[in-house]
Structures are given as structure tokens and as C-alpha cells.
């Protein structure tokens, strides 16, 4: 499994700030409210974030040695996923919320804070889901074994001559 990388969590923020501008503007156009997320969502995925690296600990300490449970691989891979799929969800959060903020700072009456409040704490809670993301996924690595250079210890020249 490759790591998550700075491109795709770019791109996936870059996407969602473009959806989260066009659902104001749409919101507006059509004479409704502008979209407000609830208080709970910032909770919400600073939690995620505080469970995924959870998740993740006892991997990161079984691989190093520091325990005698042996890393059950599956549970690994999953724990990873989970925290791949959570820095994603991160900065599709940053995105969004951004995409919010900057329709409201670009209205010509500038918002009270209190109206930005809930935007700017899902902008900052994304943002810390996707360092718990890319901390629980660092945690999931599980070091390369020395035979892991020749599958199944098998020379690699054992079939090549005849005698």
C-alpha cells in the first residue's frame, strides 16, 4: 500500500473548496440560506481522528518490539485504510468549510464571527484529522523483514544451471 501523499490530499481540498463555494452560491442564487454545518461536526471528526491514531498504537508497538502479541497483518492493513480514508475525509473537510468561508468573506457585508464560527472550526478540525490520519497511517508501517528482498528465502539462481 503506497502512503498518502500531498497531491491527492491537495486535490481532493482543492475539489471540495470548489463544491463547498458552489453549494453557497447555488444556496443564494435560489434565494435560500447559506449552508452552516453543525457544531457537531468539528466534535465529531476531531474524534475520528483521536480513535484512528488509538487504532494504531498497538500496531506501532507490536512491529517495533515493544510488545509479545504478534501484528496480525489484516488488522493492520484495515487500521491503515482507515487512516488513509480519514486524512482524505480531512481535507475534503479543510476543502469544504474553506469553500464556505471564502463565499462569505467575499459577500459584500462582511459576517459577524459568529457566523463563520462553526465554518472555521470544521476548517481547523479537518485539518487535525488529517495529521491524525497521516500519524495513524506512519503507525500502520510495519518494518521491511530481511527476507522480504528474497520471497521464501529461495536463491535466486537456484534453477538456472543444470549438473
Not at 7 to 29: C, D, E, H, S, Y
Request: hydrophobic residues 55%; aromatic residues 4%; positive net charge.
Amino acid at each position: 500500500m503506497k502512503r498518502t501523499g500531498a497531491g491527492i490530499l491537495i486535490a481532493t481540498a482543492a475539489i471540495a473548496l470548489a463544491g463547498g463555494f458552489l453549494v453557497n452560491q447555488l444556496l443564494t442564487a435560489t434565494g435560500r440560506a447559506t449552508f452552516t454545518p453543525l457544531i457537531t461536526l468539528p466534535v465529531l471528526l476531531i474524534a475520528l481522528g483521536a480513535i484512528v491514531v488509538v487504532l494504531a498504537i498497538p500496531v506501532w508497538r507490536a512491529s517495533r518490539g515493544h510488545t509479545r502479541a504478534p501484528i496480525n497483518p489484516f488488522r493492520a492493513l484495515r487500521i491503515a485504510m482507515l487512516a488513509k480514508a480519514s486524512s482524505l475525509l480531512g481535507a475534503a473537510s479543510v476543502g469544504f468549510s474553506g469553500g464556505l468561508v471564502v463565499f462569505l468573506l467575499t459577500r459584500p457585508v462582511v459576517p459577524p464571527l459568529g457566523s463563520m464560527a462553526t465554518q472555521l472550526a470544521t476548517l481547523v478540525a479537518g485539518l487535525l484529522l488529517v495529521a491524525a490520519g497521516l500519524v495513524a497511517e506512519y503507525l500502520c508501517t510495519i518494518r521491511k523483514d530481511d527476507d522480504d528482498e528474497q520471497p521464501g528465502g529461495v536463491d535466486p539462481g537456484f534453477g538456472a544451471h543444470s549438473h
